[in-house]
Structures are given as C-alpha cells and as structure tokens.
C-alpha cells in the first residue's frame, strides 16, 4: 500500500470543511422547505446531510478529554449499573404484587416473574433439552408441575431442593408473589 492510498484511507479532515458543508445542508434545506421553482429535492438535502456526517464522524476530536473525566464517566457508569440492578429488583417486585392480586390467575392470568439476572425463566432452556420452561400463568399450571419440571423450576430461581411437591409448590408460588395453599 503506498502513501496516497493511507492518505485516502485516513483522511485529515479539516473543521472548515465540517462548517462549509453545515452551510450547504442549511442552504439545501431552505432552498426545499421554500417550495420555489428549481428548489432542492430531498434527495439533494439527504446527500449533503450524509456528507456532513461523515466528516463530523471523521473528524478528530481536538484535544483528550482531561483525566477527571475518565474518572466522573467511570463513576457515572457504575452509578447507571447500580440503577439497572435495582430496576430490575424493582421488576421482579412489582411483578410479585401483581400476582398477588391475581388470586387463582383464571380471570387475570400470573406475570411472568424475571429472574434476580433480569432474564425471564420461560426464555431458558431446561436442562436435558427438555425444552423451554413453560410460563405459570394461574393456580391449575403451578399445581401441574410435575417433580423434575419443579425441580428445575426452584433451581432456576434458587430456591433450595424440597423434600415433598406440595412444598415446592408453595415456595415456587412464593418465588412469583403467589399464595399457595398447602
């Protein structure tokens, strides 16, 4: 590769040029919105719109950004981290008291309740490929988990083995905000 070609690969762009081609896309967009014989089109306008943005993404920035604000952005992006974990607790809250109102989830089905990672259970696959986790959507379907589906059920959430189904029931349906009777 010679010279020329790293040059055209890299181009240098001038801030002159980012402010000439601003002007040209003002111009182009009033020249179109006037309605005026012999205006600018759309695509003229869109053309130099996409001009000008390559040269801005282009463009170097002028100077580093001062060492205190690696820090501040450090600090503003664990603050975003720490929100995201406590929506998503939020989430699975709000989901919880939901379903308590649901009652048996007949007229008003169950919402599904997230994991503490955010995900939802019926988005995993069960183990031994034995498909996706079905949703728990009222009364009838948590009673109807059979003992290796219930089993990776409180596994999922992380709720300790249970030594009878009935209690594994009544700790899955805790898991997701239901009263279950035993």
Partial sequence: MNNQNQVNANPVVNPAQITRAALRCNTLLASHVSGLPNAATHQEFAQAESEKTVLALAAAPAHPA?????????????RFDGLAAN???LIIITERNYNASCGEGLNKPYHIVPLADGSLPTAHPRPNNAGLFPPLVNGPAIR?????LLTDYLTLYGVPHQPSL?????????????????
């Fill in 87 to 89: 929506m998503t607790r």
């Fill in 144 to 148: 109807a988990l059979d003992g290796p």
């Fill in 166 to 182: 009935e209690l594994g029931r009544y700790h899955l349906a805790k898991m997701i905000g239901v009263s279950y009777q035993l």
């Fill in 66 to 78: 001062p060492a205190w604000a690696a820090a501040y952005f450090d600090q503003l992006n664990q």
